[in-house]
């Protein structure tokens, strides 16, 4: 079955960097891209962008633009999340999430979820 | 503050049947896709609803999807204790290019 198992909560200080860790299983990881979303008490879900895992090419939204920096590893099927210069508005739980445009009618359809890192930035 | 908006709560009692709607502008209900999300507590969202109408293998025909003019809703039909959770919207975003989340509705099953 298809799975995504992220790297456990962080806590970090602000201005520190953080990398969050997903490794697929259950299906061919270059198939499918890898989206990242982000669920903090004041904004609620943000998309924060997406990886290709065929070409390793990322796109970003906006507001994440210049911090983040997405990136995979196919050799060990894992989608990669680096923060730096962290604020605390980045508290948070942060989502990989498998784009199932294959198993969708070549719709994109965020499908498969990873269970969520928390990450906590307190001085 | 999203700029697609969700009713913050909404209600039943076992077996009825509950909507939660979801509107916006053109710019994110003009092209097809909506997705819908149930987020149980304490884990992660799961897909019920893509491509405005569609679910996925394993959701029940309980749940299901509409879309009209700038707005969307999800119906759940025969409403479970189970079904209390909360429910996001996600329409696609033409003009900011992005996926944009409602700020979700709890459902409370009675």
């Known amino acids: 079955q298809v799975l995504l198992v992220q790297s456990g909560s962080e806590l970090k200080k602000p201005g520190a960097s953080v990398k969050v860790s997903c490794k697929a299983s259950g299906y061919t990881f270059t198939g499918y891209a890898i989206n990242w979303v982000r669920q903090t008490p004041g904004q609620g879900l943000e998309w924060m962008g997406w990886i290709d895992t065929n070409t390793g090419n990322p796109s970003y939204v906006q507001a994440f633009r210049g911090r983040s920096v997405l990136s995979s590893d196919t050799s060990v099927s894992t989608a990669y999340l680096q923060i730096s210069s962290l604020k605390a508005e980045d508290t948070g739980v942060y989502y990989c999430v498998r784009d199932g445009w294959r198993d969708c009618g070549r719709a994109t359809c965020l499908d498969y979820w990873g269970q969520g890192t928390l990450v906590t930035v307190s001085s | 503050q999203s700029v697609v908006t969700q009713p913050t709560s909404a209600s039943g009692t076992p077996g009825q049947r509950v909507t939660i709607s979801c509107s916006g502008g053109?710019?994110?209900?003009?092209?097809?896709?909506v997705q819908w999300f149930q987020q149980l507590p304490g884990t992660a969202p799961k897909l019920l609803i893509y491509?405005?109408?569609q679910r996925p293998a394993g959701v029940p025909d309980r749940f299901s999807g509409s879309k009209s003019g700038t707005s969307a809703s999800l119906a759940i039909s025969g409403l479970q204790s189970e079904d209390e959770a909360d429910y996001f919207c996600a329409p696609w975003d033409d003009r900011l290019n992005t996926w944009v989340f409602g700020g979700g509705t709890k459902l409370t099953v009675l």
């Open positions: 491509n405005n109408n």
């Open positions: 053109t710019s994110n209900f003009g092209s097809a896709n």
